[in-house]
């Protein structure tokens, strides 16, 4: 149940306005919509995770010291990793860096909302 509630407030989300910049784009609908078709080419079958926050995060955003579970919905294997999880205690979606394949908790980037494509781009 779990996995299909964050696959639901993922669609949810990205039929909803967002709050991404459009960084001048001639056409903000037209920005959004390709970026909210990239950020579903890097959708991925969701699955558990752990995330923590670092300490500024933790000063900054509240989070705690200890690793949240997460399900992961999107993934960028370039570079460090970029992933876009769902905390289903909270409801909100969030950035992290890593790559699950690890193991290691994924570095929350900081902030979290109920605005996916915000978060995927921040």
Known sequence: MGLELALKALEASLAGDSATPDHGAPDREMYLACQRASLRTRLVAPSDVFAQADER???EY???????????LAYDAEGVGNCLLFDQASGKFAHAYGHPKTGKPLDLAGHSSNDAL????A
């Open 118 to 121: 915000f978060e995927w781009l």
């Open 57 to 59: 995060a933790q000063r």
């Open 62 to 72: 509240g989070w705690g010291s200890a690793p949240y579970p997460m399900t992961l």
